[in-house]
């Protein structure tokens, strides 16, 4: 069963994300590099899930809709809730996939992993951060502190999944 890690590996000149960073191929494939970030899976092992057991179309065109991220996520023991609005940063639930550069003309932005955890050097200290898969951004940019400057827009929270009750004979 996956847990959310609570601590990241913290010095004071920086940190190492709990979640192994997956990048994406494609400009479109963000939401599967997020759910690949999360469940610790490869990008293709979670596009394979999407198109043999989702239907989702092996070629183009396509959208990743809320239902396909958050059946994927069960599909690796994770629940996600509906998309919700970011009012802000301290409302998105300590892990997420948030929707950032978004276009409110077009309804459409691009995902990133959203993680809220407690520093190992300084157990008082949270740390939230976001994990980029994007291809295009800089080494430096591809696991930041600075949320404001993705302008976080909608986010779907994100949690284990609760294990099934031991059944009794």
């Not at 996600?80 to 932005?109: C, H, R």
Request: charged content about 15%.
């Amino acid at each position: 069963m996956p847990s959310i890690p609570t601590t990241v590996t913290s010095t004071p000149s920086g940190f190492q994300p709990a979640f192994t960073r997956v990048a994406q191929n494609t400009d479109f494939d963000c939401a599967f590099a997020c759910i690949a970030t999360i469940a610790g899976k490869t990008l293709t092992d979670v596009r394979q899930v999407a198109i043999n057991q989702f239907k989702h179309p092996a070629r183009g065109p396509y959208w990743i809709t809320e239902t396909l991220i958050t059946g994927l996520l069960a599909h690796y023991g994770w629940v996600g809730t509906v998309y919700k609005e970011v009012a802000k940063v301290s409302d998105i639930s300590d892990l997420a996939i948030v929707m950032v550069d978004y276009d409110p003309n077009n309804e459409i932005g691009r995902h990133v992993v959203f993680h809220r955890a407690t520093a190992s050097h300084a157990p008082k200290t949270n740390i939230a951060y976001a994990i980029d898969p994007a291809h295009w951004v800089e080494v430096s940019a591809q696991v930041r502190t600075d949320l404001n400057s993705l302008a976080p827009a909608w986010f779907i929270g994100v949690h284990p999944m609760a294990s099934k009750a031991p059944t009794s004979k």
